[in-house]
């Protein structure tokens, strides 16, 4: 019997990880500034309701739809509510329940395009056309579709956003997955026996997070923007809580009236953070790309 | 070759609806409780009114020929009986299926004619022209379509009173002036998308070397616009365009809903609301085929204009 010959150990390269910090700051001032208006959102998500300077729900009819006064730099909402301390409020469901969407369709994209990459051939052809098929369902139609069967309510609209944004999510990554597949380093760690989870989370999703994070940064506004129409639509968030999708439909009645600031702030508020989240993703992908 | 790429394309629209449809038929038993309690929304019904519900839905039935009993009457124009009005499902979507047919029409003619416009203009033209484009598309971009609404008809109603704010017209022309800002609310941010895609592929074209070389033999600039550089951005902007077309579907239940208008979408919010599930899952199906066969239209064109697709899939 021969001795084994002892292999030499193979180094794969991993990518530059430039960390996040450097990641950030090669987006340039528009992908800063954007990153600064997030970190902003995410503050208020966090603490908005302990900043709020009145109780965001409690209403006093007097002062329905009373104009911008000293303490009130917002004025007042159709039931007599600082429309800022709703800002506030709201912030926290308008950014979470994006966040959830995000992170679930994330999961479970991510983990169809590693195995589809992985396991190429019949695997992949049959996740692939399952995936091209469930397309088929766009995210809001979905979305009413729950809320008429489980009630109104967020967490059912966010779960079939994740559902109807998941196949958008594997496609791309499958590409880039696929590719970094193929790379020499993973079938010499193949060869040197490393099991095919270790050299997926290890290496192969490692090395595609750059891209990972642009198409969730891209996701999240998607996603803000298609629950906030849900809960404009009455099938989310429900009044009395406070959040901006249901600020725009139930302060809608002050249009006609030539008071449209409660619903232009709350619909402002929601433009900002999705320009902002849509800018940076780009930049983002742009530089995931140029990697490559 | 291109033969077996249609039959691919259809087989995938054949299987779609058929998993749509399953999806549809099946959010009955995802229900908590039992169907019978879907279908009635949570109303307490007299004996025989569920008798009857059971006997139409096959209740006693195994689950597959349940569904099977419900996609041959769906297929034949039967969805049901509504429970809040006591109509037939596809009577009352019939009624309103032309003011959302109207609207996404409209919306897509904005989307088209000013999205592609825009995009050939900044393509063409850099300078301040392309900033503006630039910058108007990715703020548009970013704006839904039910904020778009508001804004819309704060200014354009309210203030200037150019148009109406609320509802449906009753003649053509008074339609039309109806369905204008809706159209732009519903269009607004597709029509960005489309504006910046097609400038980055007249960009892209207008850069490459046959250009370059068409340029120097002298060809007069309006057909090398036409012939060298549209021709070739025509595959990614056609693409884009029926893209964001057929999400319009998606969106229009929003717009429909912020103008009150008597259209399909708003009553598939209101039928959900209700908990009406014959006309949700009536109104879904009709929506997911739409969906689905412009989808399917869109791969099958793109085919037409770029015959190496044919060769394999779509490239996006």
């Known amino acids: ?292 | 070759m291109r033969l077996a790429f249609i039959g691919r394309r259809l087989a995938m629209l054949v299987a779609s609806l058929a998993v749509a449809s399953f999806v549809i038929f099946g959010a009955l038993y995802l229900a908590p409780g039992n169907p019978i309690a879907a279908l009635s929304g949570g109303r307490s019904l007299p004996p025989s009114s569920l008798r009857i519900l059971e006997a139409r839905y096959h209740l006693n039935q195994p689950f597959l020929v349940q569904y099977w009993y419900w996609l041959d009457n769906a297929l034949h124009g039967n969805l049901g009986i509504s429970i809040t009005l006591r109509e037939n499902v596809t009577t009352l979507i019939a009624s309103r299926a032309w003011t959302t047919a109207g609207l996404v029409l409209y919306a897509s003619v904005i989307i088209l004619a000013l999205g592609i416009g825009m995009g050939i203009a900044g393509g063409l033209r850099p300078g301040l022209l392309d900033t503006s484009v630039l910058v108007t598309s990715a703020i548009s971009a970013a704006i839904p379509a039910f904020v778009a609404a508001i804004a819309l008809v704060a200014l354009f109603a309210v203030k200037l009173r150019w148009f109406p704010a609320l509802g449906n017209g009753t003649d053509l022309l008074s339609n039309v002036r109806h369905l204008t800002l809706p159209a732009f609310a519903l269009g607004l941010s597709s029509l960005a998308i489309v504006a910046r895609v097609t400038r980055s592929a007249i960009r892209e074209e207008a850069g490459r070397e046959h250009v370059q070389t068409a340029i120097s033999r002298g060809i007069p600039r309006r057909q090398l616009v036409r012939r060298h550089i549209l021709r070739n951005a025509a595959i990614p902007i056609t693409t884009i365009s029926g893209i964001t077309i057929a999400s319009l579907i998606a969106v229009d239940a929003v717009v429909e809903t912020a103008f009150s208008l008597n259209g399909l979408g708003a009553y598939l919010v209101t039928s959900a609301q209700d908990k009406d599930l014959a006309v949700v899952q009536g109104i879904s199906l009709v929506l997911v085929t739409a969906f689905v066969v412009i989808n399917v239209a869109v791969d099958l064109a793109y085919a037409v204009l770029d015959p190496r697709v044919a060769l394999g899939s779509r490239a996006t």
């Open chain 1, 1 to 292: 019997m021969s001795a084994a010959v002892p292999l030499p150990a193979v180094r794969p390269p991993r990518a530059r990880r430039a960390g996040a910090i450097g990641m950030l700051v090669s987006t340039g001032p528009p992908g800063i500034a954007s990153a600064m208006v997030i970190a902003i959102a995410t503050v208020v998500a966090l603490v908005g309701p302990l900043l709020a300077p009145f109780n965001p729900v409690l209403p006093n009819l007097a002062l329905a739809f009373v104009g911008p006064t000293g303490g009130h730099l917002l004025g007042y909402d159709f039931e007599g509510r600082d429309v800022l301390s709703r800002l506030l409020a709201g912030a926290q469901s308008s950014m979470l329940g994006p966040l959830a969407v995000v992170v679930g369709a994330m999961l479970v994209g991510v983990l169809f395009a590693v195995i589809s990459a992985w396991r190429r051939g019949a695997v992949d052809a049959v996740i692939s056309s399952g995936l091209d098929i469930l397309f088929a369902f766009p995210g809001i139609l979905l979305a009413v579709l729950a809320a008429a069967v489980f009630g109104a309510g967020l967490w059912a609209a966010a779960i079939s956003l994740a559902i109807a944004y998941m196949p958008y999510v594997a496609r791309v990554l499958r590409g880039a997955a696929l590719k970094e597949r193929s790379q020499p380093y993973v079938a010499a760690l193949e060869v040197q026996g490393a099991s095919a989870t270790s050299i997926c989370l290890r290496h192969i999703v490692p090395n595609i997070m750059p891209l990972i994070v642009a198409q969730a940064t891209i996701l999240f506004g998607y996603a803000m923007v298609d629950l906030a129409a849900v809960s404009f639509l009455g099938l989310g968030v429900q009044p009395p809580a406070a959040n901006w999708g249901v600020m725009i439909s139930e302060n809608q009645g002050g249009i006609p009236q030539g008071y449209p600031l409660p619903a232009l702030a709350a619909g402002a508020c929601i433009v900002a953070v999705v320009i902002a989240f849509n800018v940076l993703g780009e930049r983002l992908f742009e530089q995931a790309q140029a990697r490559r």
